[in-house]
């Protein structure tokens, strides 16, 4: 990524954290929100920095292009996050056959000692989940809070954040992901999880 692709998602985490008004709109959906799910204008390229999936095996963003990602920032310890995590999960239910990819990354220290117990508990099952024990994938987001959520579209490039939680399976949620996986990416992800 460059510097000034990690300074624009810098400080969008920073402003965020103190809203001041609607986001700029695409021909997504226009709804509520869409207005909270802030628009990037323009988009900027994915972080490359490595992250693990819970073998410990090294994982980037650049593995899933083609697709559409959520890419979710969590921790255990985080009461919105353990809030929004069951409509994450059912998000993920309802839009892995358009093509969806959920990401959730864990920036826990306890990584896979901690992760798969927690997902356990709360009855995940849908959910892809990955470790950032040390935050470089956080940290190149900028992310000054968690839970911290940001769309990828299938050129990897990041089009929209949203600090906070939300009900990620809303009617309004949906339509808006459906927008992205229909101009950008859902059918590509689709053909190729059939190859």
Not at 15 to 23: D, S, V
Not at 101 to 117: E, F, H, W
Request: glycine letters at 8%; hydrophobic letters at 50%; one cysteine or more.
């Amino acid at each position: 990524m460059s510097v000034s692709g990690f300074l624009k998602l810098a400080a969008l985490a920073v402003a965020l954290a103190w809203p001041a008004g609607a986001a700029a709109q695409d021909k997504a959906p226009n709804s509520p929100f869409a207005q909270d799910f802030s628009l990037l204008t323009p988009p900027v390229p994915a972080p490359l920095e490595v992250f693990q999936d819970l073998e410990g095996a090294p994982v980037r963003l650049a593995d899933f292009k083609g697709g559409v990602v959520l890419l979710n920032f969590w921790a255990t310890w985080c009461a919105p996050c353990i809030r929004e995590m069951p409509a994450l999960d059912r998000l993920q239910s309802i839009l892995a056959g358009e093509g969806l990819k959920v990401l959730a990354v864990s920036i826990d220290r306890g990584g896979p000692k901690v992760v798969p117990p927690f997902a356990e508990k709360l009855g995940l099952k849908n959910l892809a989940l990955y470790l950032d024990p040390k935050s470089k994938l956080a940290r190149a987001f900028g992310i000054a809070g968690l839970p911290m959520t940001f769309l990828i579209d299938a050129k990897g490039q990041v089009v929209r954040a949203l600090a906070g939680p939300a009900e990620w399976d809303s009617r309004e949620a949906v339509a808006l992901i459906q927008h992205y996986l229909k101009t950008g990416g859902g059918a590509a992800a689709r053909q190729n999880a059939a190859n």
